[in-house]
């Protein structure tokens, strides 16, 4: 009974969170769940990823495409999609996220921010083709989706590594994660009880104010290298997206092994640069010079999802921290950075 109550309840929400309309200026119609309807009343990337999960679980089929379709509806022609879709804004509501898009007249009317999230675009697709079968859409959405995988690996993979680099805080999901303070500049460590008026808000600004004046040109970024990281959960996340590619290539006559092989070389690479086996955790890497971010946050868990982990490394990375009292056993788990950490803040 609880569980088809909490169902029922999540089901209203996001019904009553439903954004329909039609962008003038863009000249298409939209679609999608406003995570927060008053704080963030516009398209985001991984959000509407989330919300096609829960809404093909729920029967809303419709619903769910016309999402994805939104999410992609702005896709540029190299296949990136930013991580804010303004359909009727001119402005966002935070004046600091003008920062987020290129500085163009463009972004002065509805747009896309310059910024991604964790791609989790096949893992929607994947679940909602799985839950209705419309083998229609999956062709027009694998399309979409596949354009933006190659964005990915061309653009953000500086290293050739197969890691990809997110080159704000803001790209990762996790904006405020202690584990990138160190990069900040941010050298008290804790956790500021008014964000807004902070050091760390004001230099984690810093960092977009500097890649809004390189236009967001990324050889111009990378060469300024102000916040160059390869993420540990942002990774794990690509690691299960590419797996979702492989398993929707072949029922549109693509070719799996494209993502296979990219797959493994992730988690390869996830292994050899991420992995402490001393602390046994999953590390965040900085770049110039692949220092390592040595701050235990949840992400250090995330690349156990993918199948090519050893169970002993799975294994050992759980019961050293997972239940650790200084480390993340609290009531409701998990927190966003380990009990012993500075940066950590009970709240009151």
């Avoid at 804004?89 to 500085?103: G, I, T």
């Avoid at 994660?177 to 807004?196: C, I, M, N």
């Avoid at 916040?227 to 540990?232: H, I, M, Q, T, Y």
Wanted: hydrophobic fraction near 40%; glycine fraction near 6%.
């Amino acid at each position: 009974m609880i569980e088809e109550e909490l169902k029922r309840r999540i089901h209203e929400l996001l019904l009553r969170n439903a954004r329909r309309g039609y962008s003038g200026l863009l000249g298409q119609s939209y679609c999608y769940i406003a995570p927060a309807p008053d704080t963030y009343p516009f398209q985001w990337f991984w959000d509407t990823c989330f919300h096609v999960v829960m809404l093909a679980r729920l029967g809303e089929y419709d619903l769910a495409k016309r999402n994805l379709r939104s999410l992609f509806a702005q896709q540029e022609e190299d296949g990136f999609v930013g991580h804010m879709i303004f359909w009727k804004q001119l402005l966002p509501k935070r004046r600091s996220d003008v920062m987020q898009a290129r500085p163009t007249w463009q972004a002065l009317r509805p747009h896309m921010s310059a910024l991604m999230q964790p791609p989790l675009a096949a893992l929607a697709l994947r679940a909602l083709f799985e839950a209705c079968g419309d083998r229609v859409y999956l062709g027009e959405m694998y399309a979409c989706v596949k354009r933006h995988h190659e964005w990915l690996a061309r653009n953000r993979d500086f290293d050739g590594d197969g890691l990809l680099t997110i080159i704000s805080p803001f790209e990762s999901g996790m904006d405020w994660k202690p584990s990138y303070d160190a990069v900040l500049g941010y050298r008290q460590r804790t956790t500021p009880r008014h964000l807004y008026t902070s050091r760390l808000y004001w230099k984690a600004m810093a960092v977009d104010f500097s890649n809004f004046r390189r236009g967001y040109d990324l050889r111009r970024v990378r060469k300024r290298a102000r916040f160059l990281v390869k993420d540990a959960g942002f990774n794990a996340i690509y690691a299960l997206d590419l797996e979702c590619m492989e398993k929707l290539a072949p029922l549109v006559g693509d070719d799996p092994a494209i993502f296979r092989n990219l797959r493994h070389r992730v988690v390869q690479s996830m292994l050899e640069q991420m992995y402490d086996a001393k602390d046994a955790a999953f590390y965040d890497v900085c770049q110039p010079g692949s220092a390592t971010l040595r701050v235990r946050t949840p992400t250090i868990f995330f690349p156990l999802a993918a199948a090519e982990i050893d169970q002993k490394i799975a294994a050992r990375v759980v019961e050293t921290h997972f239940d650790r009292e200084d480390g993340f056993r609290v009531p409701l788990p998990l927190p966003s950075v380990e009990l012993r950490d500075a940066a950590f803040f009970a709240g009151t």
